[in-house]
């Protein structure tokens, strides 16, 4: 018997599924930051080379 049938065979379905839903919910989280972190960095892009201007002066 297999590390995955020893799994499937002691988890209820309901169990398998709030594994699954938490697993979808934090892969959601991370895409969703992500997608905010490049949109962040491309609109504050200018401000890092007046930064790196003044900090170099």
Same mark, same amino acid.
């Given at each position: 018997?297999?590390?995955?049938?020893?799994?499937?065979?002691?988890?209820?379905?309901?169990? /398998?599924?709030? /594994?699954?839903?938490?697993?979808?919910?934090?892969?959601?989280?991370?895409?969703?930051?992500?997608?905010?972190?490049?949109?962040?960095?491309?609109?504050?892009?200018?401000?890092?080379?007046?930064?790196? /201007?003044?900090?170099?002066?």
């Amino acid at each position: 018997m297999g590390r995955a049938d020893i799994l499937r065979v002691t988890l209820s379905s309901i169990q /398998y599924m709030e /594994y699954i839903f938490g697993m979808l919910l934090l892969k959601r989280i991370n895409d969703q930051f992500a997608a905010e972190q490049e949109d962040k960095q491309k609109k504050f892009k200018h401000l890092h080379t007046v930064g790196a /201007y003044y900090l170099s002066c």
